[in-house]
C-alpha cells in the first residue's frame, strides 16, 4: 500500500512564483526522498532528508520534515518552465523499499 | 555511463502472450526494482532483488516472475498477459542499504509502456 500521499493533486503557478507541495505518511521512516518525472520518463531522485533532519536545501529547493505530524514539504522557488512535471515523496521504512505517493503534477506557465 | 536501461520502450501484447523485459544497470549496483505506474496511482513494487541470484516479492507481484542471474540485469516476466496489466513498466536501481537511515537514492530507467489487448 502507498505510505506517501502528496497533496495537491495538481499545481499550476506563473513562472518565478513559489511551488509548494506537501507529503503525508503513516508509519515511522528513516528518511524520506522526493523525485521529479517529467512527462514520459522515468523519476530523477532530487532530495533525501534523514528522519533526524528538520530542514534541507538543494539549490532552488527546500524541504522540510515533521516526524510528529508525520509531513514534508517541498519548495521550489523561483520556479521556471522546466521545472514543469510530477513530483513524487517516497518513504523509505527499513526494508530495502520505498513506497511512493501518487505525486503532484505542477504546471509552470511562462 | 547509460545508467538504468529497459528493453524494449513500448510492446502491445495480445492477452495470454508472454513476453519479458530486460532492464539492464552499469554502475555496479546491489539492489534492482520492478515498479509499475497507472495513473493516478503512483508507483507500486512489483518485485526487487538485494543481490545477485535472489528476488523478492513487492505490493503487486500476481501475475509476474523476475529473475536475477546476473548484477547488472533483472528480468520482469509476464507469462500470461492480461488487460489488467497495460502499465508502464519502471525499472530502479541503488547502490546499497547500510540501514539505520542511509538509504541511498534510486536511478531509474526511462520506461517500458506495454498495452495489452
Known amino acids: 500500500s502507498q505510505q506517501g500521499e502528496e497533496d495537491p493533486q495538481a499545481l499550476s503557478i506563473q513562472e518565478g512564483e513559489n511551488a509548494t507541495m506537501n507529503c503525508s505518511y503513516k508509519t515511522s521512516i528513516n528518511n524520506l526522498q522526493w523525485y521529479r518525472q517529467n512527462s514520459g520518463r522515468g523519476l530523477v531522485h532530487l532530495i533525501l532528508i534523514r528522519s533526524n533532519e528538520r530542514e534541507k536545501h538543494s539549490g532552488r529547493l527546500r524541504v522540510t520534515l515533521d516526524t510528529s505530524k508525520k509531513s514534508s514539504s517541498l519548495l521550489i522557488t523561483a520556479s521556471r518552465a522546466a521545472d514543469t512535471a510530477s513530483y513524487f515523496c517516497?518513504?523509505?521504512?527499513?526494508?530495502?523499499?520505498?513506497?511512493f505517493g501518487a505525486g503532484t503534477t505542477v504546471t509552470v506557465r511562462a | 555511463n547509460a545508467g538504468v536501461t529497459q528493453t524494449p520502450k513500448f510492446r502491445v501484447l495480445k492477452t495470454g502472450q508472454s513476453m519479458t523485459l530486460l532492464c539492464a544497470q552499469d554502475?555496479?549496483?546491489?539492489?534492482m526494482y520492478w515498479y509499475r505506474q497507472d495513473p493516478g496511482m503512483g508507483l507500486r513494487l512489483i518485485h526487487y532483488?538485494?543481490?545477485?541470484?535472489?528476488?523478492a516479492k513487492g505490493e503487486v507481484p500476481d501475475g509476474y516472475n523476475v529473475s536475477r542471474l546476473k548484477k547488472q540485469n533483472f528480468l520482469l516476466g509476464l507469462e500470461s498477459a492480461a488487460p489488467s496489466q497495460t502499465s508502464v513498466y519502471f525499472c530502479a536501481s541503488s547502490y546499497s542499504y547500510t540501514g539505520g537511515g542511509s538509504y541511498n537514492e534510486q536511478f531509474f530507467g526511462p520506461g517500458t509502456r506495454l498495452t495489452v489487448l
Open positions: 554502475m555496479n549496483h546491489e539492489y
Open positions: 517516497a518513504t523509505d521504512g527499513d526494508d530495502y523499499k520505498l513506497s
Open positions: 532483488s538485494v543481490g545477485e541470484g535472489t528476488t
